[in-house]
């Protein structure tokens, strides 16, 4: 007697996302395994990341039986070469799969017509942006530059065009080998005398997802960092 195979959370993913006109591709490295879905639905499938995507998964699995999935679907937009841009949905536990994962592919498909109506600016990751908030609501300055990649930091009353005149702090973005965040690291510079900088020390590293408590942590020691005994920006 014939029997089905059981229903997988890719499955499910699967037809949220033809429903939408999206091709559905399940993709694995390293163990884990996601959806990448284009920006334009139209992209060769050997393309997809070299151009703007998103990363759709369950956890680090997403092929599992329908009965084991336990962790809501989440959807990050990169930039070609995997460069990471920001989380665009982030599931909440109650949902039933089918509704998160409709819910998620709808938010996909609402960024990218928002971005084609010219209706999203530039944004700055959502990572990233936490480090800001975090690190102004810790007593320093910061900004993320959109060109570097990464969030600046300097001391408080020193303004943001001078920063880099003097010592300051670079945090970094970590990624995982498969793109997704994997932490921040935060090291020291001050001017080497000329148009270049050199390390000082690294004032704070944390690997793996980063929850708001280490957000916090890093933030905290980066503005004690600036209220030591020592040098300081110009």
Known sequence: M???????EADVMSAALRLHGY????????GTTFFAVP??????????FLHAHFLIASGERSDRPVTEHDEPWSAVLYEGGR???????????????????EACVLAVVEHAARTRAGHVHIPVPGNAQRLVDA????GANAWYDHEEGVVFAHPAGVPQDRALL????SLQLLTDSTGWPGGFRAVAWVPDGGVDF????????????????EVDRGAQAVAEWFSRPGPGAV
Not at 88 to 97: N, R, W
Request: glycine residues 8%; negative net charge; hydrophobic residues 35%.
């Open 2 to 8: 014939y029997s089905a195979p059981p229903r997988t």
């Open 23 to 30: 091709p559905a591709r399940l993709h694995g490295d390293g």
């Open 39 to 48: 920006f334009d639905p139209e992209t060769p499938a050997d393309d997809v």
């Open 83 to 101: 460069e990471y841009v920001d989380v665009i949905y982030a599931g909440k536990p109650g949902l039933s799969i089918e509704k998160d994962a």
């Open 135 to 138: 690190i102004q609501a810790a």
């Open 166 to 169: 003097g010592e300051h702090i």
């Open 198 to 213: 050199h390390d000082t020390a690294q004032v704070f590293l944390f690997c793996g997802v980063p929850d708001q408590k």
